[in-house]
């Protein structure tokens, strides 16, 4: 068993992004964001583009993603930004407030007594 | 659950995927020390083999979203693990597993936002390995409840731990073995019940605020 991204060198995490920096506070991909494919992988693609795209046939959170593909999670956040651009996924981000809404708490609440 | 695929895909076969209706991931981070049962705890009520991933941030606290920091080897790792509850047809839940240490803390707002709360798990062993996550809790008004794992060690009355941790009378204190699944469990809802009652009286959820 290997921790994920351990041994990757710099420069892999450099051509797996390109250099570019997306991963900001403008990368709207929480942790538990759950990312579905939109469409099927196209030969030639990206390795990483391709892998993403079979692990969300159905909804996968981006941190499932980045224990799946070994990678950190902030280049995960950028590789699916990329995908999102281009329309190939698509993004069911977490409902935040401020205040978690009373009936989500009673719904972890019934989940949690039937577990 | 299972896997409705039937394709051959290697990967697919150790994975149990989510009902195509989840639309809505909810965090509960578990927090403690080195060795306090925190992996133990999200393997009791995960659905999922615990799984592992990391996040990179450069020396000043900053997750990697520039390269540079990562080709200049200014960046260093912060690793945590992960297991998932499903809880209906939209709601699944996940838990983390978080070292309590300090440098993890620059990650906690890019990690853990949103997150519901927290369980802070004591090893009574090792009280103090507990006191920075505290903190860290109280200062950014995170809803957490504090769980002493069972280890067979000697035991304390429920005062003297929280006096120990130094601990608002208002923030449960519950005693738990991390490796029973019934166990953890009441450890979580009593966390949920926990956030509820903060959320249900404003008075007491802001002064959690203002600790
Ligand atoms: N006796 C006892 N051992 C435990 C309990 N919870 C965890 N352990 C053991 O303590 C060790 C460390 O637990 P682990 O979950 O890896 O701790 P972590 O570093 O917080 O993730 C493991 O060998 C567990 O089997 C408990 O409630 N009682
Ligand atoms: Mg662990």
């Known amino acids: 068993m290997s921790r994920p991204g351990r041994d990757d060198a710099p420069d892999r995490l450099y051509t797996l992004t390109g250099g570019r920096s997306r991963s900001g506070p403008d990368n709207p991909f929480d942790l538990v964001t759950l990312v579905v494919a939109e469409c099927d992988p196209v030969p030639g693609m990206q390795s990483e583009h391709t892998a993403i795209l079979r692990l969300t046939e159905r909804p996968t959170a981006v941190v499932e993603i980045a224990a799946e593909l070994k990678l950190p999670v902030s280049i995960t956040r950028i590789l699916l930004s990329d995908l999102l651009a281009a329309g190939r996924v698509s993004a069911r981000h977490p409902r935040k407030a401020a205040v978690p809404d009373p009936d989500i708490l009673e719904q972890v609440l019934v989940g949690l007594r039937n577990l | ?211």
């Open chain 2, 1 to 211: 659950m299972d896997s409705a695929t039937s394709e051959t895909r290697p990967a697919a076969e150790t994975r149990t995927p989510l009902g195509a209706s989840a639309d809505n991931g909810l965090k509960i981070v578990v927090v403690g020390g080195f060795g306090a049962g925190k992996t133990t705890m999200v393997r009791s009520v995960s659905e999922i083999r615990p799984l592992n991933t990391e996040e990179t941030m450069t020396q000043a606290g900053e997750a990697v979203d520039d390269i540079s920091g990562v080709r200049g080897k200014t960046a260093t790792t912060v690793a945590f693990d992960f297991g998932r509850i499903t809880l209906d047809s939209r709601n699944v839940l996940y838990l983390f597993g978080a070292p309590g240490q300090e440098r993890f803390w620059f990650l906690w707002d890019r990690l853990f936002s949103g997150t519901l709360g927290a369980v802070v798990l004591v090893d009574t062993r090792r009280i103090d390995d507990s006191w920075y996550a505290i903190d860290r809790l109280e200062k950014h008004g995170t809803p957490f409840i504090v769980a002493c794992n069972d280890f067979g060690g000697p035991t304390f009355t429920p005062q003297q731990i929280r006096e120990a941790l130094d601990l608002d009378p208002h923030v449960p204190l519950v005693n738990c073995d991390a490796r029973s699944r019934e166990s953890s469990k009441i450890v979580l809802i009593t966390l949920v019940e926990h956030i509820r009652s903060l959320y249900a009286d404003p008075a007491r959820a802001s002064r959690q605020e203002l600790v």
